[in-house]
């Protein structure tokens, strides 16, 4: 304490003097023991030293953090401060985690509704079960009508056997998912693609377990990826402006896989055997 004491009055001998000492008012600290009635230690300075010590302290704990801060590990707390490959890192695994929580509750409905088939609750014929999970999935802020919701319904039972009327002996058992679910469907004049009109950014994911093919970058800048699926099935994923997978990986059935560009548009293909199918008879959008 008296190193303490002769340091803040070295300091306080470098500044202005504050005039004739008669004029100076002192302030004192004392640290007293009550149990022998004695003065431990004793602190006396002017107004110019308090404030000359509020300074020193502020300047050491802005030191300190600085320190802390720069080369500590907290650095990658501050914005804009993690290197690329940790950011992409974390982007990945968010957008895993998300694409694994759309699986499970893919799958819980699927339960849900085997469970319900099973106690007679609902009739196995029903089409409810084509696309609820789906359904339950897509972001909105407005809730939908009644109309909509019937149109909905409508639309599910139209689409509920075409796997098993239209499509060929291979796609028997395959549910093919919506690879932008919510977007609107716009076939193509020879049937060949269908172009899928969404919101901004508008997720797009793989329609079926597969693996990924190919994942390159058009003259547009625009990502296409293309995915083998079983039973010699091939799907393209044209004019994303964000691919969330790499060559080899093996997306599971409603992975997200990418983003359409700023209009919202996807162009998507399906493919067997070499020959270029109709989406429509196959995915219900």
Not at 76 to 85: F, K, S, V
């Given at each position: ?8 009055r070295?300091l ?10 008669r ?11 009550e149990?022998?009635y004695?003065?431990v230690?004793?602190l006396?300075f ?6 000359l010590l509020?300074?020193?302290?502020v ?16 650095r ?8 690329h490959n940790?950011r ?18 893919i ?9 319900a088939?099973?106690?007679?609750r609902?009739d ?8 609820t999970a ?7 802020l ?7 919701r ?5 639309f599910?039972?139209s689409?509920r ?7 060929p ?12 679910p919510?977007?609107?469907a ?22 079926y377990?597969?693996t990924v ?8 800048g625009?990502y ?8 010699e099935?091939i799907?393209?994923?044209g004019g994303l402006?964000?691919?969330y ?6 997306p599971?059935?409603g ?14 293909e ?6 270029a ?9």
């Amino acid at each position: 304490m008296k190193a303490f004491s002769r340091t803040i009055r070295h300091l306080s001998s470098l500044l202005p003097p504050d005039g004739h000492d008669r004029s100076i008012r002192y302030r004192r600290l004392d640290y007293v023991n009550e149990a022998a009635y004695s003065c431990v230690w004793s602190l006396r300075f002017t107004r110019r030293q308090a404030v000359l010590l509020a300074v020193l302290a502020v300047s050491a704990m802005a030191a300190l953090i600085y320190v802390v801060m720069a080369f500590t590990p907290l650095r990658r707390l501050l914005p804009g401060a993690l290197d690329h490959n940790t950011r992409a890192r974390y982007i990945e695994n968010t957008l895993r985690i998300d694409s694994l929580t759309r699986v499970m509750r893919i799958n819980e409905r699927y339960l849900s509704d085997v469970e319900a088939i099973i106690s007679g609750r609902i009739d196995p014929d029903s089409a409810r079960m084509a696309h609820t999970a789906a359904t339950e999935l897509t972001d909105t802020l407005v809730a939908a009508s009644d109309a909509e919701r019937a149109f909905v319904q409508n639309f599910e039972n139209s689409q509920r056997y075409n796997l098993s009327v239209l499509a060929p002996i291979a796609a028997e058992g395959m549910a093919f998912y919506s690879p932008a679910p919510g977007a609107e469907a716009i076939p193509s004049a020879d049937g060949h693609y269908v172009e899928l009109k969404g919101s901004r950014g508008q997720g797009v994911d793989a329609i079926y377990r597969g693996t990924v093919i190919t994942a390159y970058i058009d003259a547009r800048g625009l990502y296409t990826i293309v995915m083998q699926h079983p039973n010699e099935f091939i799907s393209v994923y044209g004019g994303l402006a964000e691919c969330y997978t790499t060559r080899g990986a093996t997306p599971l059935t409603g992975s997200r896989i990418g983003a359409a560009g700023a209009d919202g548009t996807l162009h998507f293909e399906l493919w067997h055997k070499g020959n270029a199918l109709n989406p429509e008879d196959y995915v219900a959008f």
